[in-house]
């Protein structure tokens, strides 16, 4: 076949070009930051792309070289946003760490990634002290602060002040073009076994990601949106926020640490904040501030929920109480994030209310760029009927092909397995209905099973051990324990959820033990999780909080 090429210019995707381009044409727009030191801090797209500049320069004056991981410790702000685009722009790698992770696992991570430098918030600064003789290949820790703020000792060897490195440079230089399939960055999923995995993120996949986040059927951004990203931007890039409002040219307003619902409303009523975005848990503290107060938002209007189910009465409450339109999203760390978005087609609209929530329930639809299977047991695709329920497969420009320093491929036929389970309605609404993975999602963040398994039969009473995920009213599942104990060996609910303190963060240890005189077990001797899942889905929970 003899192909015409086309004639059009060819110009990489890169992430620079996103903050150019806002620094150009939206070069006045705000961007406002609650500080981990309280305050607020404020400026424009043209001088974060400036100080963004500034700090590629002092990053290369540290000796970070093309491909090099600078890893992040830090909350939602500005300097978190110059670091995502000073690192990729100048053709290294931003890394993202989350601080709520154990402080061993946040080392091991960031010795996994071999971050070169790591970048932390002032509050993180005894979380540092703690982990910095662990991390082997970082060779400068940067302080995301003035000097003021620098501590008068410390443990951790030749602190910098981010500030000081800043101030330091004079901003003359030109972002680099290069392919845009390389490295931009990268960020660590839990994952179902042992150790989290790295998903390298590419410059050309998050700008094609940005690009459908932004459209009018996924988060229908516009230069015309205040957006405050509730999303961590240690989660998946906060779900490609700092790169989407970049492109549309949006105010961006960022709330810092404090993720109360009184800490969130204030910032949202002060700068009118029009849309956002944030795991179900994070809403519930938000709504309950405002019914206790009886409160109304005066500019919000739309918000993306996703990470974890979103609860049906939490559509009814921020839509025909508050006025809010709900975004209920899917997504995942391998998927950067996005792969659906449950918004109505016109055809839905004549539709009774009751109907329609009951789609926007749902997960939603793919964006283009991203294409959805479900698949049977033995891989063979299943229909589109609203009721066959498979395995959820996925491909796409931003869905990952292997994992950092993996050799396996974790495609099956070029499709990457979700690890969980759905039905996909005849106009394409996917709703998860199960999860094959052995994980717990409470409040948006991951717990391992079989971490906390392995601990409970380090315990001289335990002989078998299973921890299940059960739906919990605050923090959508919880952990719960179940427990077979040794012949003739006692020990109460609480001396076992006590040996847990130390070995978890608090956050993980599980709500409740149940004991058994046996688990379910499958022909081959593997423990029938399934089978304790159904028996225990509805657990009363002995401490609701
Ligand atoms: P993560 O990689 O931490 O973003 O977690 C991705 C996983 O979170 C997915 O594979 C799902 O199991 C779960 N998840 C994300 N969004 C939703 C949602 N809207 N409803 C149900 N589960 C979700």
């Keep these: 076949m003899s192909l015409l090429p086309g004639q059009m210019m060819q110009?990489?995707?890169?992430?620079?070009?996103?903050?150019?381009?806002?620094?150009?044409?939206?070069?006045?727009?705000?961007?406002?930051s609650r500080r981990v030191e309280g305050d607020l801090h404020r400026y424009t797209w043209a001088e974060a792309e400036l100080r963004a500049r500034k700090l590629a320069q002092a990053l290369a004056r540290l000796g970070c070289q093309a491909g090099d991981r600078v890893g992040t410790l830090a909350w939602n702000g500005y300097r978190h946003l110059e670091i995502y685009y000073g690192t990729s722009g100048s053709g290294l790698l931003c890394h993202t760490v989350n601080p709520r992770l154990f402080p061993q696992q946040i080392?091991?991570?960031?010795?996994?990634?071999?971050?070169?430098?790591?970048?932390?918030d002032l509050n993180l600064l005894p979380l540092v002290e703690q982990i910095a003789a662990d991390c082997r290949t970082v060779q400068h820790f940067v302080l995301l602060a003035g000097r003021a703020q620098l501590p008068d000792q410390t443990t951790i060897p030749g602190l910098l002040c981010y500030e000081d490195m800043v101030a330091a440079e004079d901003g003359d230089m030109t972002w680099p073009t290069f392919d845009e399939t390389t490295a931009a960055g990268i960020c660590y999923t839990s994952g179902t076994t042992g150790d989290?995995?790295?998903?390298?993120?590419?410059?050309?996949?998050?700008?094609?990601?940005?690009?459908a986040a932004a459209m009018p059927d996924a988060m229908n951004l516009s230069a015309?949106?205040?957006?405050l990203p509730v999303v961590p931007m240690f989660h998946v890039n906060a779900w490609g926020l700092p790169y989407a409002t970049a492109m549309v040219g949006c105010k961006v307003v960022f709330p810092g640490?404090?993720?109360?619902?009184?800490?969130?409303?204030?910032?949202?009523?002060?700068?009118?904040?029009?849309?956002?975005?944030?795991?179900?848990?994070?809403?519930?503290?938000?709504?309950?501030?405002?019914?206790?107060h009886q409160l109304k938002f005066s500019s919000f209007r739309c918000t993306v929920i996703g990470g974890a189910a979103c609860p049906a009465s939490m559509i009814d409450t921020l839509v025909d109480d508050f006025g809010v339109e709900v975004i209920h999203a899917w997504g995942m760390t391998e998927l950067s994030p996005l792969g659906t978005l449950s918004r109505l087609r016109g055809?839905?609209?004549?539709?009774?209310?009751?109907?329609?929530?009951?789609?926007?329930?749902?997960?939603?639809?793919a964006p283009y760029g991203i294409d959805l299977r479900i698949v049977d047991g033995a891989g063979a695709p299943l229909p589109w009927d609203g009721k066959a329920a498979g395995e959820l497969m996925?491909?796409?420009?931003?869905?990952?092909?292997?994992?950092?320093?993996?050799?396996?491929?974790?495609?099956?036929?070029?499709?990457?397995?979700?690890?969980?389970?759905?039905?996909?309605?005849?106009?394409?609404?996917?709703?998860?209905?199960?999860?094959?993975?052995?994980?717990?999602?409470?409040?948006?963040?991951?717990?391992?099973?079989?971490?906390?398994e392995n601990l409970a039969v380090g315990h001289p009473a335990v002989q078998q051990a299973a921890v299940i995920s059960v739906a919990h009213p605050q923090w959508g599942e919880r952990p719960l324990l179940t427990v077979v104990l040794k012949p003739g060996a006692a020990v109460t609910r609480e001396a076992l959820l006590a040996f847990y303190e130390g070995k978890v963060p608090n956050w993980q240890v599980p709500n409740d033990v149940i004991f058994l005189p046996e688990l379910p077990q499958t022909a081959t001797g593997k423990i029938q999780k399934l089978r304790l899942r159904e028996a225990f889905r509805n657990h009363q929970w002995s401490q609701p909080g």
């Excluded at 015309?224 to 957006?227: E, I, L, N, T, Y």
């Excluded at 904040?273 to 795991?279: I, L, Q, Y």
């Excluded at 539709?351 to 639809?365: I, N, S």
Aim: include cysteine; aromatic fraction near 8%; charged fraction near 20%.
């Design 107 to 120: 080392a091991w991570i960031i010795n996994d990634a071999a971050d070169r430098i790591l970048c932390f």
């Design 347 to 365: 055809k839905h609209l004549g539709l009774p209310k009751d109907e329609q929530r009951r789609l926007m329930a749902k997960q939603g639809k």
């Design 11 to 32: 110009m990489p995707l890169l992430i620079s070009s996103l903050i150019t381009h806002a620094a150009r044409h939206s070069g006045d727009v705000e961007i406002v």
């Design 224 to 227: 015309r949106d205040v957006v």
């Design 394 to 452: 996925v491909k796409g420009h931003w869905v990952i092909s292997d994992y950092f320093r993996t050799p396996k491929s974790p495609l099956q036929d070029g499709w990457f397995p979700t690890g969980d389970v759905a039905t996909i309605d005849g106009d394409g609404f996917m709703q998860i209905t199960d999860r094959s993975k052995d994980v717990i999602k409470s409040g948006g963040e991951w717990i391992s099973s079989i971490a906390l």
């Design 196 to 211: 989290p995995k790295g998903a390298v993120y590419s410059h050309r996949s998050t700008v094609l990601h940005s690009y």
């Design 257 to 292: 640490p404090h993720l109360d619902g009184k800490s969130l409303y204030e910032l949202f009523e002060a700068e009118q904040v029009t849309f956002s975005a944030g795991v179900p848990t994070v809403w519930m503290g938000l709504l309950a501030h405002m019914q206790t």
